[in-house]
């Protein structure tokens, strides 16, 4: 079985430009989460999807961050214009199921971010 | 909000020695997960404990969920050098899922 595959592995840019990261989930889950880790610190959950649908983005900074998950399969993060401090690894993850079933993560290799 | 808390941040045994990472919610969690992180790579589910009290074992690894469902513990018993890496909580709240800080486990030969 395919894992989750991001694109690219990594990316350095310079503050205020803009970037984006693509995600392509394990086939046939359902639930996709893009995921920032810094240097560190646990993954901070972003963007929560439910087939093309957002279940939960409280935590996505929406004056700068941008997510799609069109036709409910792979789905696109973008980040317009970074700051320096948005360096970070971005993970996403697939699962087949959300809320309290079992619902077991799996991650892809992530992205990771250098801000200059 | 809701927040998970790991204690110790850091862990260093000789191999063959015991470990233990503690995880604590401020609420009542719906399940907890476990993951474990080798340095450079990505989180891998190790496992979900859902009932109150519940106990599960892996090999060396215990997993234990509070009565509460507010704190939950991973113990590993003789420790190898493939041991080593960052071991996360996720609390999960209903809606959606908060990872602790981890505790990140050194195994010295």
């Known amino acids: 079985e395919a894992g989750v595959a991001q694109s690219p592995r990594y990316k350095i840019i310079e503050k205020r430009q803009s970037v984006a990261f693509w995600c392509n989930p394990i086939s046939g889950h359902a639930t996709l989460y893009w995921y920032q880790q810094i240097l560190g610190q646990g993954p901070k959950l972003l963007i929560q999807?439910?087939?093309?649908?957002?279940?939960?983005d409280s935590q996505l900074p929406k004056d700068r961050f941008s997510a799609e998950r069109l036709k409910g399969v792979d789905s696109t993060l973008k980040i317009q214009p970074a700051k320096l401090e948005d360096s970070a690894v971005y993970l996403c993850a697939s699962s087949l199921v959300r809320l309290q079933s079992y619902n077991e993560q799996f991650f892809g290799p992530g992205t990771r971010l250098t801000v200059l | 909000g809701q927040q998970v808390m790991q204690i110790p941040q850091y862990q260093h045994v000789q191999e063959g020695e015991d470990f233990t990472t503690y995880c604590n919610s401020s609420?009542?969690?719906?399940?907890i997960q476990w993951y474990k992180q080798r340095p450079g790579g990505h989180p891998v589910f190790l496992i979900q404990?859902?009932?109150?009290?519940e106990v599960k074992k892996q090999k060396r690894l215990t997993f234990q969920f509070g009565e509460a469902k507010k704190n939950s513990s991973l113990h590993i018993t003789a420790t190898q050098t493939t041991d080593v890496g960052t071991y996360f909580c996720?609390?999960?709240?209903?809606?959606?899922?908060?990872f602790g800080p981890g505790t990140r486990l050194s195994v010295l030969p």
């Open positions: 609420t009542t969690l719906s399940n």
């Open positions: 404990l859902v009932k109150s009290g």
């Open positions: 999807f439910q087939n093309n649908g957002v279940v939960d």
């Open positions: 996720a609390g999960n709240y209903g809606q959606n899922f908060v």
